[in-house]
């Protein structure tokens, strides 16, 4: 079959309107649909979440537009373009990660910000981007699977940002950070033997982590495995959350009158724990139409790394998809209480600007690997 430019139609079919002008942007059309969908399930969810506080609703709206804006113009960049900047924004990420150990402003008992007078960010975020991008430019310049050596190199480059971001202390987005490293490594073909022998690795020196954990770490995987031994202090979050996920049962309350979210039970309603004042106003069926909606963001994602023409697109969509993945689970992991509370947020769902537009720049590097193909038969 012959595509059309940027892969977008088959010669012969003649493509909508709408559909040609999306394919000269570099836009696909199926992602950006299920993008769309979940941003506005993510406002309905919000008015209920905030209290029907409009102000918060148009606030993420302008955050929305702005990532959204953000992705179509990563897309616009071909990935050979985005394989030449890998090294410097990795190399930046990491500078900036040490000037926020050294002059990082301190806010809620982590260092975690710069603040440059017009514009106040978190460097980290930059790292989500930066890690996936260069430990795919350093495995797909050679063929896989990987050497040894490249695998070590590769893991290297993940520890480091690791490193200095769970020094700052930020739990949640070290293992984004790391997840989008190990996918990389992941997709490149290591064989189960050694992910397996990784994984021992990992356990034996869970004693290691645990002397280095701040001591409100230890407390969040202490309440994870007994939430009710605090019931009114480290375990209230999570006990409240599976109340009122419980509460929805099958068919949910109704939007706006979930009991336990309305009357200000449920703590961080409107970020980190969105999901549980959806699930009690949706219930089972809204809570996997909702996953379902997930789910088939990420197949499209995994779609697009299967059809990659390069190492380097096909490594990077791979992690790109593996992140967003790695939100979803956590947070709703998180909120049933299978998981310990990291502080990830609900992509696309929960208020927040900062790691909405990171995570809607992967969308456009997604993108961009798609639409940007060669012509092909």
């Known amino acids: 079959m012959t595509l059309g430019p940027y892969g977008s139609a088959p010669f012969g079919r003649q493509p909508t309107l709408l559909g040609g002008w999306l394919a000269r942007i570099h836009v696909d059309v199926p992602l950006l649909t299920g993008l769309l969908v979940l941003s506005g399930f993510g406002l309905v969810i919000l008015y209920s979440a905030s209290g029907q506080d409009w102000e918060q609703v148009e606030k993420q709206l302008l955050r929305l537009l702005l990532a959204f804006g953000v992705m179509l113009v990563v897309a616009q960049f071909p990935p050979a373009r985005l394989r030449h900047w890998s090294p410097a924004i990795y190399g930046l990420a990491v500078v900036l990660l040490v000037f926020v150990l050294l002059l990082g402003d301190i806010g809620k008992g982590a260092q975690r910000w710069l603040d440059l007078g017009v514009i106040r960010f978190q460097p980290s975020e930059i790292a989500k981007l930066g890690v996936p991008m260069m430990v795919a430019w350093l495995l797909g310049s050679a063929p896989l699977p990987p050497t040894w050596r490249r695998l070590l ?9 690791v490193l200095l971001i769970a020094k700052q202390p930020d739990l949640g987005t070290a293992l984004l950070v790391t997840s989008a490293g190990a996918a990389v490594l992941f997709f490149s073909g290591v064989s189960w033997r050694l992910i397996a022998g990784l994984a021992g690795l990992v356990a034996a020196a869970a004693p290691v982590a645990w002397t280095l954990m701040h001591d409100y770490q230890r407390q969040r995987v202490i309440t994870f495995l007994d939430p009710e031994r605090d019931p009114l202090g480290a375990g209230y979050h999570t006990i409240q959350a599976k109340i009122a996920i419980g509460s929805g049962g099958i068919y949910g309350k109704g939007l706006l009158n979930g009991t336990q979210s309305q009357l200000e039970f449920v703590p961080e309603k409107h970020t980190d724990f969105i999901f549980a004042v959806f699930a009690e106003e949706f219930g089972l069926v809204g809570v996997v139409s909702l996953l379902t909606l997930y789910a088939v963001i990420i197949m499209r994602g995994l779609y697009i790394a299967t059809q990659a023409q390069d190492s380097y697109g096909r490594l990077l969509a791979g992690a790109v998809t593996c992140v967003f993945f790695v939100y979803a689970f956590v947070n ?3 909120v049933i209480g ?7 947020p609900l992509p696309l769902v929960s208020y927040g600007g900062t790691s909405l537009v990171t995570l809607m720049a992967g969308f456009g590097i997604l993108m961009s690997v798609h639409t940007h193909r060669k012509m092909m038969t």
């Open 332 to 334: 709703v992991g998180m």
């Open 338 to 344: 299978v998981l310990p509370v990291v502080g990830v």
């Open 153 to 161: 190199v590769g893991g290297a480059l993940t520890v480091v940002p």
